[in-house]
């Protein structure tokens, strides 16, 4: 049986970019762990019996990071479905994309994080060691820039 998680790509823009910039005023969110090789990845988790998977992302999203689901907005129109194998068994994650309504809204970790970052894209995918990973935020980060 396949290890199934489910969370949420979160992006802010920043004020004080020009229009003409909007591609460069985008941060994303990355939680560093607190286990293991301290990876950053977004906020997700595994899927809780009787729970659907935007019910868990929206979970994991709030026990991760303190955020609220009334504090983003859920992007319509983009979900992504990641698969690679964990200890030899094979995991799905499945990612929404959803914005922060308040730029200076704070993220308050739990104890499975130690730190986290507002990155922009390329730094992003600098700390995004895996290639899927760092495929997602390219696409995203497309997908926000084709939508203006």
Not at 21 to 38: A, F, P, R, W
């Amino acid at each position: 049986m396949a290890v199934r998680a489910c969370g949420l790509i979160i992006y802010r823009r920043l004020q004080s970019a020009p229009p003409s910039k909007v591609t460069d005023n985008i941060e994303y969110l990355l939680l560093q762990t607190s286990y293991g090789t301290h990876h950053w990845t977004p906020p997700k988790g595994h899927v809780d019996p009787g729970e659907d998977d935007l019910q868990t992302a929206l979970r994991e999203t709030q026990e991760e990071a303190g955020l609220q689901a009334t504090q983003l907005t859920l992007i319509e129109g983009y979900k992504k479905e990641l698969h690679y194998p964990v200890n030899g068994k094979p995991k799905t994650v499945v990612y929404w994309l959803a914005e922060m309504k308040d730029y200076n809204t704070e993220i308050k970790l739990s104890e499975e994080h130690q730190a986290f970052q507002w990155l922009k894209l390329e730094d992003a995918c600098k700390f995004a060691e895996y290639e899927d990973m760092q495929a997602t935020l390219k696409d995203v980060h497309q997908f926000l820039c084709s939508r203006k």
